[in-house]
T-cell receptor, first 112, second 112 residues
C-alpha cells in the first residue's frame, strides 16, 4: 500500500512564476491536508479538503494560494506569482474519515 | 499564547538514556494526540496516536496524556543514535474540521 505521494520533491521557480504541487493520498483516504514548514519551525496548517470540497482554508493566504481536490486525480496546491517568502517545504497529509494523519515526503519550493 | 507549546531543544543524551519529550496545550477541546518523528529533509512519521488520558506503550516508546494538566509526554527508552531526529507533538479536537495543531518540535540528538 503506497503512502502519500507528493511531487515534485523539489521545485525551483523565479519570482512571479507559478508553482503547482501535487499530492496523491493513501488508498482509501478521502481527507487531504496541506501544511507548510519553514526551516527551524513547526508545521503550519494551510488547508483541509475532502473530495471536491474545501472544508477549512483558514491557514491559507487569501491571495495567490489555492487548493483543490478533484473527484479524479491528485490534490493540487497552487501558488501564483511566487515571492521569495514562499520558499518552504510543503507537506501533504491524508487520513481516513477521522484519525491519524499520514504525511508525504514533502515538496521543497525554492524561489529565486 | 500559542495553542501548543513545545521546547525546541536541542536535547542531547547519551545512548541508552531515557528521553522525555513534552508538550503543553491551552485548548481543553483537544481530544486526539499524536507524536511524530521527522528526520532532516523528510516527512513526519507517525509514532504514537492516542485519544485518552493515561499511558500507551509501543516498543521503546510510551505516550502519556494528562488532560487535567493539558500536558502530554513521549518517553523513549534505551535511546539509540537512530532516534536522533525532531519530534513533533500534534493534537486536534472533535469539532469536525479536524484541524491538527502541531508543536514546533524538539530536536533530539542521541550520542553514541
Amino acid at each position: 500500500n503506497a503512502g502519500v505521494m507528493q511531487n515534485p520533491r523539489h521545485l525551483v521557480r523565479r519570482r512571479g512564476q507559478e508553482a503547482r504541487l501535487r499530492c496523491s493520498p493513501m488508498k482509501g483516504h478521502s481527507h487531504v491536508y496541506w501544511y507548510r514548514q519553514l526551516p527551524e519551525e513547526g508545521l503550519k496548517f494551510m488547508v483541509y479538503l475532502q473530495k471536491e470540497n474545501i472544508i477549512d482554508e483558514s491557514g491559507m493566504p487569501k491571495e495567490r494560494f489555492s487548493a483543490e481536490f478533484p473527484k479524479e486525480g491528485p490534490s493540487i496546491l497552487r501558488i501564483q506569482q511566487v515571492v521569495r517568502g514562499d520558499s518552504a517545504a510543503y507537506f501533504c497529509a491524508s487520513s481516513p474519515a477521522t484519525g491519524e494523519l499520514f504525511f508525504g515526503e514533502g515538496s521543497r519550493l525554492t524561489v529565486l | 499564547q500559542k495553542e501548543v507549546e513545545q521546547d525546541p531543544g536541542p536535547l542531547s543524551v547519551p545512548e541508552g538514556a531515557i528521553v522525555s519529550l513534552n508538550c503543553t496545550y491551552s485548548n481543553s477541546a483537544f481530544q486526539y494526540f499524536m507524536w511524530y518523528r521527522q528526520y532532516s529533509r523528510k516527512g513526519p512519521e507517525l509514532l504514537m496516536y492516542t485519544y485518552s488520558s493515561g499511558n500507551k506503550e509501543d516498543g521503546r516508546f510510551t505516550a502519556q496524556v494528562d488532560k487535567s494538566s493539558k500536558y502530554i509526554s513521549l518517553f523513549i527508552r534505551d535511546s539509540q543514535p537512530s532516534d536522533s531526529a525532531t519530534y513533533l507533538c500534534a493534537m486536534t479536537t472533535t469539532s469536525g474540521t479536524y484541524k491538527y495543531i502541531f508543536g514546533t518540535g524538539t530536536r533530539l540528538k542521541v550520542l553514541a
